[in-house]
């Protein structure tokens, strides 16, 4: 099992540019999550889905939306990307109560 | 919504000693309270948990302790190893729901 992978692992932006996230998880997990990692922040929820087709937003889904169109893949985009979207991103999956999370997408916009 | 509350935010410990990190929660409907640890530039990991029906949880030389009157949970880490290194991040939720983390604390164990 791959468990959770997250493409691309770093991209640069330049503002008002839109790119995607993607997020695959092989455990047939139901939940998914994207969090935002910022230094001193801890990790922050920006959006999450309990189950194929659904999604929910999370502390902090300004500048975001996501899609679960598949139960293994959970979708990030940033429609217009600002300078204030730099950050580490991470995607987790869960089953029962432990999440698991993706090695991070590491994105700077300029 | 849920707040959570982590001190301190570092943490410089000597290889051998006790480390113990603190986290306050406010919702008082939360059960679940997971502590991950996050090399640098690697994924947080899981490293120990605890549910509401117990007070207490020992894996090896990690502990957690869990008061729900007083709203508190901490982390023991007991003869520290400079592979202790990491920031450690509480978490608390209430069933199955998202999680809410504390802002980390950076541990430092020097040899």
């Known amino acids: 099992n791959a468990g959770v992978t997250q493409t691309p692992k770093f991209r640069v932006l330049k503002t008002g540019q839109s790119m995607t996230l993607l997020c695959a998880q092989d455990?047939?997990?139901?939940?998914m999550y994207w969090y935002r990692q910022d230094p001193g922040m801890g990790l922050r929820l920006i959006h999450y889905?309990?189950?194929?087709?659904?999604?929910a937003k999370g502390e902090v889904p300004d500048g975001y939306n996501v899609s679960r169109l598949k139960k293994q893949n959970f979708l990030l985009g940033l429609e217009s990307a600002a300078p204030s979207q730099t950050s580490v991103y991470f995607c987790?999956?869960?089953?029962?109560?432990?999440?698991?999370f993706g090695p991070g997408t590491r994105l700077t916009v300029t | 919504g849920e707040n959570v509350e982590q001190h301190p935010s570092t943490l410089s410990v000597q290889e051998g000693d006790s480390a113990v990190i603190k986290c306050t929660y406010s919702?008082?409907?939360?059960?679940?309270f997971p502590w991950y640890k996050q090399e640098l530039g690697k994924r947080p990991q899981l490293i120990i948990d605890i549910r509401s029906n117990v007070g207490e949880k020992k894996d090896q030389r990690i502990a957690v302790t869990l008061n729900k009157t007083a709203k508190h949970f901490s982390l023991h880490i007991t003869e520290t190893q400079p592979e202790d290194s990491a920031v450690y991040f509480c978490?608390?939720?209430?069933?199955?729901?998202?999680?809410?983390f504390g802002k980390g604390t950076m541990l430092l164990v020097s040899p």
């Open positions: 919702d008082s409907a939360s059960n679940y």
């Open positions: 978490a608390a939720s209430s069933g199955y729901s998202t999680l809410t």
């Open positions: 889905s309990v189950g194929e087709g659904t999604t």
């Open positions: 455990m047939n997990h139901e939940y």
């Open positions: 987790a999956s869960r089953t029962g109560y432990e999440q698991y």
